[in-house]
């Protein structure tokens, strides 16, 4: 062998070597590591777990609305003068017959004064005439006055008659509008404020620009008004019952509940009073109307407010937290937890809220729903369970769970 051949050998062999001794070493560091490396394997995520609420409820529909008054006037002037007094103070509750205003009254004490004289002279003229025509009676006995005579006499007492009854009426008129000059509440309930200030002339009579003075809103009971679809005019019907939907009401006497913008619960109780007589063509809706006691003054006209209508009877429904429902697109879904401990997806229906709980159809009474821990389950991962009970108030009870 050449010296050449040689060198270039003893080069293979070496690096063959250092291979050999790098392999080694490797696979040395790959058997110490292994069994490390799968003891600090993470165990499987830890999540709360509770069964679904079995609970009776009933289906109800919500609808947004607005209270209005059960009666509502304008107090106006129904004479003209100036603005004596006022006796109230902006915004106060009168009851009614309390004085509101005072109009100047003395124009019209002389009117009556003055209708009161005229009806003095109708009857004295009553009077002469009657005692004429009673001469001109006897004179025809004697054929002393001819019958022309006598008719004018007699016509005479009639015009004098007519006139007595006229300023009867006159005189009933001035004490009429006499008595328009103090206004009093029409109805019980809280007064707006005053529109005109004492001094001013205000105008009454029969014409259309007769002076506003106030408004006065009834108090206790109140009403709430709300639109419903045609759909649901419909099932309220079939709910009142055949001959009970042939009556004045349509035995839509239902009960509602409200709650106002700043309530968690629907907790004021009322009944249908009225439901429109027609269904607007351009919306498809039907007006309805509530009842409710206010004996407080809390329900104020125009306030907003959402009502609930029950549409069936009681039955017992499955309910969750909505913290415990995920989504996929359209649908909604839950884990549930299987013996194995391996949380799996199942897709359900929404319902109402009732209570701070979602009542959900598409689940059994003993699934075991993640209630906490959510964002740490896989379809199809195993987890580590840990049940917990839901509080009244919707909530999962508190656990040693994170929930990040």
Do not use: W
């Not at 609808?63 to 059960?70: C, D, L, N």
């Not at 002389?110 to 009657?130: G, P, R, T, W, Y």
């Not at 359209?330 to 949380?343: E, H, I, L, Q, T």
């Amino acid at each position: 062998m050449s010296f050449t051949s040689l060198a270039n050998f003893r080069s293979t062999s070496a690096r063959l070597a250092t291979f050999a001794l790098i392999g080694t070493f490797l696979a040395g560091c790959n058997q110490e590591q292994g069994p490390a490396a799968a003891a600090s394997a993470p165990p499987p995520p830890a999540v709360s777990v509770a069964k679904p609420v079995q609970k009776q409820v009933t289906e109800r529909d919500e609808y947004v609305g607005r209270f209005v008054a059960y009666d509502y006037v304008e107090v106006r002037a129904r004479v003209s003068g100036y603005l004596e007094k006022i006796h109230f103070k902006d915004g106060q509750l009168v009851k009614e017959g309390d004085p509101l205003f005072t109009i100047d009254p003395r124009p019209f004490r002389a009117a009556v004064e003055q209708a009161k004289a005229s009806i003095e002279q109708a009857k004295a003229n009553l009077a002469f005439a009657e005692s004429d025509r009673k001469r001109g009676e006897s004179l025809r006995a004697g054929t002393t006055i001819t019958q022309q005579a006598l008719d004018q006499r007699l016509q005479a007492s009639r015009v004098a008659t007519a006139g007595v009854t006229a300023q009867q009426a006159a005189l009933e008129q001035a004490e009429l509008d006499l008595s328009f000059t103090e206004l009093s509440a029409p109805i019980s309930g809280r007064i707006g404020d005053r529109r005109v200030s004492v001094g001013n002339l205000v105008s009454g009579g029969a014409s259309g620009s007769t002076t506003m003075l106030a408004t006065i809103a009834s108090i206790d009971p109140i009403r709430f008004e709300f639109t419903m679809d045609e759909a649901s005019y419909l099932r309220y019907l079939r709910i009142a019952g055949g001959e009970a939907s042939a009556a004045a009401d349509r035995g839509m006497t239902l009960p509602v509940h409200l709650k106002l913008i700043d309530e968690d619960t629907f907790g004021h109780e009322g009944r249908i009073d009225f439901v429109d007589n027609a269904i607007d063509r351009s919306t498809g809706t039907i007006r309805g109307r509530a009842q409710f006691a206010n004996a407080d003054g809390k329900l104020t006209p125009g306030m907003f407010g959402r009502v609930q209508i029950a549409t069936s009877a009681p039955t017992t429904a499955l309910l969750v937290p909505d913290s415990a429902i995920s989504t996929e697109q359209v649908r909604k879904f839950v884990y549930v937890v299987g013996a194995d401990n391996v949380a799996t997806q199942k897709f359900i229906t929404l319902g109402q809220l009732v209570d701070g709980l979602r009542v959900v159809e598409g689940l059994a009474a003993d699934d075991n729903v993640v209630v906490n821990g959510l964002m740490r389950v896989r379809p199809g991962a195993p987890v580590t369970p840990e049940v917990v009970a839901i509080e009244p108030d919707g909530t999962p009870a508190t656990s040693s769970i994170r929930t990040n």
